[in-house]
Every structure is written in C-alpha cells, then in structure tokens.
C-alpha cells in the first residue's frame, strides 16, 4: 500500500510544474500590469486649417495631348456608384450634343495612322498604290487611307509637274485631314461643355475645366467668351491648306521644304529652331519643322490664333451659323495679310484651287471615321 502511494506521489510532481505554468498563463497572475492611463490631449494641440482646393500634382493623362499622335481615341469612364450615375443622369438630362452627349460617351473613335517616311518619290508612290489610294477614288467619295507622310521625299523635284503635284496632293491630304480631326475633337467636346454649363455649371467635372483652361490657354483666348473660343477651334479647309502649301514650297520642291518640311510658309524671326536646319532665325526665314504634320499642326493653329487672321476666323463662323460646310475658295479670300502680296496672292491661291480642282477635298474624310 505504501508502495503505491509513494508510487502516485512521484508521478505527481512529474506533472506539478507544467501544471503551476499553466495556470499562471490562464489567469495572467503576475504576467500582466496594466499601464496608467494618459490624457493624449493635453500634449496635442489643433489648428483649424481653411479649406483649400486641390491642386493636381500631374494633371490626367488626357489632358496632355502630344503635338502628333499615333492615333485618336476617346475612351469611356466606368461608373462607379450610385451618385456619378445620377450625376450622368442629370448632365444628360440638362442636354446633350448629339454623340458627345457625356465625355464617357458611347461613341468609339480611332484612327490609327500609319506614318510612312519614304526615300524617294517612287518609293511614295508605291506605297499609295499599294493602298488602294488615288485622288480619283476620293474624289468619287471614298476615304482617305490614314497614311502620314513624315517628310517630302527630296527628289520629288525629279518628277514633271503634273506628277509632282499630283503626287504632293496625295502625300499632304491625309497629313491635313489628320490635323482637323484633332480639331474637330476639340470643338465637338468644346460645344458640348458649353451646352452643360449654359444648363448648371455645377455639373462640369474638374478635369473638365482643367481641359478646358487648357484648351483656351492653347488657342491663345479665355474660358469666359465661349463665342470666341467657337471662333478659333475650327477647321482649316484641305483646298486652301494644300494649294497655299503647295504654292510656299513648290509642291514641295524648295530647300526649306526639303531639309526643314517648312511647307506653308511661316517665319521665324526670332528663338532657336526645334531643328537642326542650315539656316538660323531671322527675317523672312522659313520656321522648319520635325515633320510635315508638325508643320500642318502648326500652319492651323496660326489660322486659328494669330490677330492677323481675325476675318478668317469671323467668315468661317458665319458659314457654320449658316449651316455650310467651310469652303476654301471663299475663305482664302479672308487671307490677305497672309502675303505681302495681298490681293495678288488670293488670286493665285485661287487659281491653283481651280486648277487643281482642289475644292474636291474640302469634304473628304480619313478611313475609319
């Protein structure tokens, strides 16, 4: 009997202490001292700041718009919740401008252009050939292929004139049709921001006033006279565009045109070139550019900004008051000071329109549109 007893007591004390452990855990007897409370305020002090407005870091991507883009897109913003839907709701029941009823519009536009930089003037050829492209088939309505001429090739002055220009034609038309998309984008987005704020400016989005700063800013006028925005984001019509081109760089035949695409004629007097050009800055000298659809970017931003251009801008929204299409042969008339010839060169520019039948291009439109 005392055997076993004295048995049991030693497993006992086997099991003694990871019992004692164990319930020193469970009751957190020793393990736990609680800390003295501590007024945090009386350390703290706050300051009511005035409320400010947000000021982007970088503003959307969007807004910055490249000079020559690869392609034009309009892309749609998701909705999110309940109240950018009702939000949608009542910015198109305020009233919406045909398609471009929101931003996140239904509408899907791209146009991917395709740059080319041929070496020679065969070479410029083929490739329209290989399109499908002739003037002909755009004059009978079909569309212009998205083919952007990087530069002129330089022994286009190698082909007759009849050849020559007609292939120069072919090379910028698409180059000029490009140029007035972007525009038209703006001015269908501009019409549309102005038909919202007419109905409750609330409603305009902040990225959308920033674009439209931006926009104003860029064409050189304010975001308070929507007219005169109206006025300068507009279209340059291809029949003028290419005859004045055509007449400045000798269908692109000069100098300045084949080392600097300087097609339209415009100075640079002062400033650095953008461009390595063997000319410096001065008067009466050619501006060069990177490309020619830089120099068609250009050539229609100075139609639409410049102080000299004011009665372009004015005719042009009265034909749109009047619900016609811009008509280049009227239009060049506006033009006087573009030349220090004056009169004499309207007429000129004219004559090659007619000449060329170039007043067939005013309506014509890139494929894909």
Not at 153 to 165: Q, S, T, Y
Not at 226 to 236: G, H, K
Request: proline residues 7%.
């Amino acid at each position: 009997m005392n055997l076993s007893v004295q048995a049991a007591l030693e497993r006992g004390r086997q099991f003694a202490f990871p019992a004692a452990v164990a319930v020193v855990f469970a009751s957190g007897l020793g393990l736990y001292v609680p800390l003295p409370s501590i007024d945090l305020s009386s350390h703290f002090s706050f300051v009511t700041v005035p409320e400010r407005p947000v000021k982007l870091a970088t503003p959307p991507a969007f807004l910055a718009m490249a000079v020559d883009p690869a392609s034009l897109s309009f892309v749609s913003h998701e909705i999110g919740d309940q109240e950018e839907i009702a939000r949608r709701s009542r910015r198109e029941f305020a009233g919406g401008h045909g398609r471009f009823a929101a931003p996140g519009n239904a509408l899907r536009r791209q146009v991917q252009v395709q740059p080319i930089n041929p070496r020679t003037a065969d070479e410029l050829a083929a490739l329209f050939r290989n399109a499908a492209y002739t003037l002909n088939d755009v004059r009978q309505g079909e569309a212009v292929p998205p083919l952007r001429v990087e530069r002129v090739p330089a022994d286009i002055v190698n082909k007759d004139g009849i050849e020559r220009r007609t292939l120069f034609i072919t090379a910028l038309l698409p180059v000029i049709l490009e140029a007035n998309q972007r525009v038209l984008a703006e001015r269908e987005q501009l019409i549309y921001l102005r038909t919202v704020m007419a109905a409750d400016p609330g409603l305009v989005a902040p990225y959308e006033r920033i674009w439209l700063e931006q926009l104003a800013q860029r064409y050189e006028t304010t975001t308070d006279n929507f007219d005169e925005l109206l006025r300068r984001v507009d279209i340059v019509p291809p029949s003028m565009a290419i005859a004045q081109s055509g007449i400045e760089s000798g269908w692109g035949t000069s100098f300045a045109a084949r080392m600097g695409n300087a097609l339209f004629g415009q100075i640079q007097v002062t400033g650095r070139h953008s461009v390595a050009v063997p000319w410096q800055p001065g008067p009466a000298m050619p501006q060069p550019f990177s490309s020619v659809g830089e120099a068609a970017m250009a050539y229609v931003m100075n139609l639409n900004t410049h102080l000299a251009y004011a009665t372009f801008r004015q005719e042009r929204a009265a034909m749109r008051a009047r619900d016609e299409w811009p008509d280049g042969y009227r239009l060049i008339g506006t033009l006087l000071r573009y030349s220090e010839l004056g009169q004499e060169y309207v007429r000129f520019v004219r004559q090659v329109m007619r000449e060329n039948e170039l007043a067939d291009f005013d309506r014509a439109r890139l494929a894909g549109m």
